[in-house]
């Protein structure tokens, strides 16, 4: 009798798997989401294509583009399992907004970087294959294009000069006939000379160092670029 009892309890515990698992699979078809993530896989391998080939930085960070992946990937199935349970949708929603990233994005652009892999997984995520093949396409090709766009903004610089009181004079001269706009950012007098620092927009970059330096009383000239400078 008990061995019956445990035979019927099995079967029971079975059919309840596999009731679950199917229930599981009438809402997610897997041939769905194996194409979901083929499709992920391949724009994110462009998203971070293209993040390598238009990238204007200093330290290049490989890491970055595979987060860009991982991101595509990641966003794809969440969005698949949310849109066929709203239950589930809403306690994800819940669970999401109590999480805090600590990672700073130093550069802007690597945050639109960030959004573009996420809206590619929600759009392959709904289903909406054709549209997101669409966007990642013209995205890739605005941004290669944009790359390869110069502005024509003046790059600003600090100029800092070590010098001998004398030589301020010719060094204010020089400075309104080489560059296009300055402005004195500090002024130092010591008793070994003085130290002034300037804030220069250059259209390109030019000898300005150089031509301090032929300043009699100059002692040296330093030209550092502005973070809105680096990179370009």
Known sequence: ??????????????????TGLAAQFKSIVPGDLFTALGLGFLVGLIIALVYRKTYRGVLFSPSFTVTLIMLTLITTPVVMCIKSDIALSMGMVGALSIVRFRTAVKDPLDTAYMFWALTMGILLGAGLYLPALIVVLCISVLLFVLSFVKMNATNAYLLVLHYEEFAEGAINAELRRSVKSHKLRSKTLTRGGAEMTYEVRLGERHEIVTRMLDIEGVHDATLVACQSEIGA
Do not use: K, Q
């Open 1 to 18: 009798m008990s061995s019956a009892l445990l035979m019927s309890s099995s079967t029971t515990a079975t059919t309840t798997t596999g």
